[in-house]
């Protein structure tokens, strides 16, 4: 079956303007997962959502960053007036259910670079 | 805060050979989930093995296994018969059930271990 989708691939954006992520996730997956990993590090969590809810957002890094999932299945990834900082990879992933036995599925990421 | 560290940036092993990856992780909680993510250069993370740890028994996927000490907090990841294949960044990551609330939790990972696999 289909593996967890993210587009588009790569993104160049000027600083300042704004840039929307996509994430679609396993269909019936109830959890989705957002993550930013810089250059040479590990990811790091920014938000989750079960269903369409978004039980948690701390580790959004600004509130430039927002993200949504209004119908429970894709998700999109929006910063605004993206700063050079900004630029890293975002992973998008998604589990069948909530409590953590269930393994995390990851998608392939978009590399977003701020110039 | 959880934190994971993983204090090989880079590992080098003979193909065929075995190599064991380094990870200790920081933690007041006493029911939590550790796990190696493999990260080849096509950047899809994928779930190599997992560990509960209220299970004292370490967990082995084939070529793969953990010695998972609690007490010490370590976690370290042996890869038998090394393969051209198993060349990639290995994340270590943590997870614990609802400390953020909602049920479940994002991931903690560490930095990464590069593995080079020497033909």
């Known amino acids: 079956g289909a593996g967890v989708s993210q587009s588009p691939r790569y993104k160049v954006a000027k600083r300042g303007q704004d840039v929307a992520l996509r994430c679609d996730p396993i269909?019936?997956?109830?959890?989705l997962f957002w993550y930013q990993q810089a250059l040479g590090q590990g990811p790091e969590f920014l938000t989750y959502f079960q269903n369409e809810a978004q039980l948690d957002k701390s580790g959004l890094p600004s509130d430039r960053f927002f993200a949504e999932r209004p119908e429970g299945s894709v998700s999109t990834l929006k910063i605004q007036r993206t700063q050079q900082e900004d630029s890293a990879v975002y992973l998008c992933?998604?589990?069948?259910?909530?409590?953590?036995?269930?393994?995390?599925?990851f998608g392939p990421g978009t590399r977003l670079t701020v110039t | 805060a959880q934190t994971v560290t993983q204090s090989q940036p880079e590992m080098s092993v003979q193909e065929a050979e075995t190599v064991t990856l380094s990870c200790t992780y920081d933690t007041s909680e006493s029911d939590y989930y550790l796990f190696w993510y493999k990260q080849p250069p096509s950047r899809q993370m994928i779930l190599v093995i997992r560990?509960?740890?209220?299970?004292?028994q370490n967990a082995t996927e084939n070529r793969f296994s953990v010695n998972f000490q609690k007490a010490a907090k370590s976690f370290s990841l042996k890869i038998s018969d090394s393969q051209l294949g198993d060349a990639a960044m290995y994340f270590c990551a943590y997870r614990t059930p609802g400390s953020r609330g909602g049920g479940a939790d994002g991931l903690t990972f560490g930095k990464g271990t590069h593995l080079i696999i020497q033909p």
């Open positions: 992933a998604s589990s069948l259910g909530t409590i953590p036995r269930y393994e995390q599925y």
């Open positions: 269909s019936g997956h109830v959890s």
């Open positions: 560990q509960e740890a209220y299970k004292q």
